[in-house]
């Protein structure tokens, strides 16, 4: 049982770049999140799904796009990057109250 | 939107015993309130999680009185290992949080010997 785990671990992008960040959770959670931390800041929502094949905008969506095709995946996708999203971008799966969070992606975009 | 204010930093000793409270004045009826724990490049870890009066788990206290506007984490005894960022989260228990989580930008504990 891996609980939430999240690929790449740290990812260096030029500015205009694409990438997808995958999560990916053994726990059967109906519910996917994504945030991004920067420093000194707290957790701000990007996107989040309740259930396969949903998805939904958080408080910061722009600039991102994200998919839930199965129900154990979460990608975050960035079509063009900017120097603005470099951050640490953690995802979590929920069974509707306690949230399970990965180990974080670390992106710096030049 | 059941905005939640912490302290910023607290510092205390080893051997103390830590209150941290969170107001959340704007809390809904179907909220539920949970803190988290984070260290340096970690995701945050579940704490502990109470809807109204007090909640008890092998590591921390959950204090909500009755009017629930605010709740206290109690930390019996810290270790420097306890010196982590600490976060309230009020959210929605039908939705699952939906948009409307916002962790805030928690509480920084120092435990020093």
């Known amino acids: 049982n891996a609980g939430v785990t999240q690929t790449p671990k740290f990812r260096v992008l030029k500015t205009g770049q694409s990438m997808t960040l995958l999560c990916a959770q053994d726990?059967?959670?109906?519910?996917m999140y994504w945030y991004r931390q920067d420093p000194g800041m707290g957790l701000r929502l990007i996107h989040y799904?309740?259930?396969?094949?949903?998805?939904a905008k958080g408080e910061v969506p722009d600039g991102y796009n994200v998919s839930r095709l199965k129900k154990q995946n979460f990608l975050l996708g960035l079509e063009s990057a900017a120097p603005s999203q470099t951050s640490v971008y953690f995802c979590a799966s929920s069974n509707g109250e306690t949230q399970y969070f990965g180990p974080g992606t670390r992106l710096l975009v030049l | 939107l059941a905005k939640t204010t912490q302290p910023i930093s607290m510092d205390s000793y080893e051997g103390q015993e830590v209150n941290i409270t969170c107001s959340h004045n704007?809390?809904?009826?179907?909220?539920?309130i949970t803190w988290y724990q984070q260290f340096p490049s970690q995701g945050p870890r579940f704490i502990i999680q109470g809807y109204k009066t007090k909640v008890t788990n092998e590591v921390a206290s959950l204090f909500i009185p009755a009017d629930r506007k605010s709740s206290t984490l109690s930390l019996p005894r810290v270790s420097l290992s306890d010196t982590a960022v600490y976060y309230c989260?009020?959210?929605?228990?039908?939705?699952?949080?939906?948009?409307?989580?916002?962790f805030g930008t928690g509480t920084q504990l120092k435990v020093e010997l």
């Open positions: 726990m059967n959670h109906e519910y």
């Open positions: 704007n809390i809904a009826t179907n909220d539920y």
């Open positions: 799904s309740v259930g396969e094949g949903t998805t």
């Open positions: 989260l009020v959210f929605n228990i039908l939705t699952g949080g939906g948009n409307k989580l916002t």
